[in-house]
Every structure is written in C-alpha cells, then in structure tokens.
C-alpha cells in the first residue's frame, strides 16, 4: 500500500502524484515502472517512475486518465491509499559513462519520465538534452521541472504556442544536424508509440544509437502471462522483464500499435460501466 502524499493536476487528463514508499524509492533508477492496483477486485496498470526521491522516500508518477483504471487513479487525492504498488519492474535504461550529448524525447506522460533520465545522465557526466512536444502550451508537463534537472530543454508545439512550432522529430533531425545543443551521440524515446516510431524513422540514417520505452499492454509484469510481447528483432520479448527499453531501429512497431488496440471494445465497455456507477453515485 502507498500513500499518497501530493497531487497536482497538470492537465485537464493528466495528474501527477507523489508516493509514499520508501522500498520502490531507495533502488528506482530511470526507465523502470510499477505496477498499480486501487481496488481489490481491480486490473493492475503498468505506470514509469517518472522520479524517485530516495532520501523523502518518495516516488512521482503522473497518470493520463484513457480509461477505466486511470480513471479511477485520477479520482484519487492526498492522504489516499493505492491498493498495490509493485516496483520497481524492468530493466533501467543503459546510460552512457561520460562525455556523451544524450537526447531524452518525451511526449504525453513521456515527458515526466525524463526528470529521472535526465538527472541520471547529467550526473554520470554526460549532456543532458530534453526535446518536449505537445500540441499546445497548455497540454506541455513538468517543462519547469525539467529545466532544473537538463542542460537543455528544447520545446515543440504543433501550433506554435510556446517554444518551436513543429514536431519534437522536427527539433531532433535539426540537432543531428548540428544545431542547437548540437548532434546527439545517443537518443532516448518515451511516449505515445506514434511518435517513438516516428523517432526511430527521424535517426535511422544517422545511425545514432536509438532507445525506445514500449508500452505494450500488461497483465502481471513479471514475464509470466506473455501479454506485453513485442517483436524486436525477428524474435519475441517480453516489455515487462526484456524492456521495456529496446533498439529503436529493431522494434516492430506496426504489430505492438495493432496489439495495443486488439481489447478496444471491452476496455470502451470497462470505461462507459465506471462512468454509469459513478453517476448512479452521484
Ligand atoms: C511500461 C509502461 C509504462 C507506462 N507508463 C505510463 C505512465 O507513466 N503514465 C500513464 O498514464 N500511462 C502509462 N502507461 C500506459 C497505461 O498503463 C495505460 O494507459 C493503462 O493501462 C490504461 O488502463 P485503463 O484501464 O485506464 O484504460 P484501458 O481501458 O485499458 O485503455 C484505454 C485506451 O488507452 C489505450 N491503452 C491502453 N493501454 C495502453 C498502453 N499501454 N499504451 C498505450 N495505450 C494504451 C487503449 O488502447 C485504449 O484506447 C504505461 C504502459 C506501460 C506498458
Ligand atoms: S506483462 Fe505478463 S509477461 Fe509481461
């Protein structure tokens, strides 16, 4: 059981939420995620560690509210208790030791899952370079944050509304070509699985070394039920103990986007019953 200690509502979808839980904090690193359940009966949900602080014995999360169980994560406030944290799950992302311009991508709650990365890559001695994106001022997340933890934060906007105006792809082929903070020795991608894909089509020439976070669906987390496999490689993995981080320019992206929509009618189903019990509630 965690307790929640803060909230704040980052979107009208998106909340962020700080952790009581000492144990996950103390041996976090970035990359990693848990896996959630609020209620006894309940789904567990996989969720990345955007931060860990391991002396408050505190870990961040922020949650995007799709469906039924974020949801229900969402409707959650200080002095809650979440049912089952279960962390930290997969493997930490491999960080360069030194001298190296790394570029974390983040889109959607991606963007929160860069405080830790970048924090971690500028404190192993390496440039630590942020691309955020949204499509407006107003849906972009943890940018301040960010500032304190990053050399250089970089932000894109599809319309224009604060930073450039174009793509976070856009922002990152202009640094392979040596503008800005200058041309990324390695690339990390962490968001919606469009933009990942588009990420890995954006440094496939360069040949720079390209991750990605998949986010397949899971049941367990723990390699036992085969929910989260991705094909990477010609050969299967499982997110939740091989990943959820892989070479970008192995993951075959067309299969995890059509997998991840394979239980789209039952989750449309889970989402209209909640909203049904909560308006009988109200
Ligand atoms: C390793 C990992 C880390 C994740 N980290 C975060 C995080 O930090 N914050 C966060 O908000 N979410 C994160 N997710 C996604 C999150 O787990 C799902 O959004 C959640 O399970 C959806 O549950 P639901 O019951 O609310 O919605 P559902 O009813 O299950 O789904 C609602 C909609 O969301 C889509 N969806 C469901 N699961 C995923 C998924 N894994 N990826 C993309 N779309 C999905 C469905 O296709 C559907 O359209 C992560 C997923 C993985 C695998
Ligand atoms: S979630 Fe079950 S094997 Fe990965």
């Known amino acids: ?10 979107t009208p979808v998106t909340k962020m939420f700080v952790l009581d839980n000492r144990l996950i904090a103390e041996s976090a690193q970035a990359g990693q995620f848990v896996m959630l359940r609020v209620h006894k009966d309940g789904e567990r949900i996989p969720v990345t560690i ?11 999360i922020v949650v995007q509210a799709v469906g039924a169980t974020t949801r229900r994560v969402d409707a959650l406030d200080v002095g809650d208790e979440i049912l089952d944290v279960a962390g930290p799950l997969g493997s930490p992302i491999e960080i360069p ?29 390496n440039t630590a370079t942020a691309i955020v994106g949204a499509r407006n001022q107003d849906l972009l997340i943890m940018t301040n944050e960010l500032l ?20 976070v792809t856009q922002r990152l082929a202009q640094l ?3 503008q800005g903070p200058g041309r990324p020795d390695r690339v990390i991608a962490i968001g919606p699985m469009a933009m990942m894909r588009a990420i890995a089509a954006t440094t496939k020439e360069s040949g720079i070394k390209t991750m990605v976070s998949m986010d397949p669906l899971m049941v367990d987390g723990t390699g036992m039920c085969g929910g989260c496999r991705v094909i990477v490689d010609g050969k299967s993995q499982f997110a939740c103990i091989d990943g959820p981080v892989f070479d970008a320019q192995l993951v075959d992206f067309d299969l995890a986007m059509r997998r991840n929509k394979a ?20």
């Open 176 to 178: 392979i070509e040596g």
């Open 1 to 10: 059981m965690s307790r929640i200690v803060e909230t704040r509502q980052l």
């Open 97 to 125: 030791d030194g001298g190296a311009h790394v570029v974390g991508v983040g889109g959607g709650f991606g963007a929160a899952a860069l405080l830790c990365l970048m924090r971690e890559i500028h404190a192993k001695g």
């Open 263 to 282: 239980y789209a009618e039952q989750e449309k189903a889970a989402a209209e019953r909640l909203a049904c019990a909560t308006a009988e509630a109200v």
């Open 148 to 167: 304190g933890v990053a050399d250089n934060v970089e932000i894109c906007t599809d319309d224009g509304s604060a930073g450039m105006k174009g793509f």
């Open 50 to 60: 955007a931060d860990y602080d391991r002396e408050a014995g505190t870990i961040t």
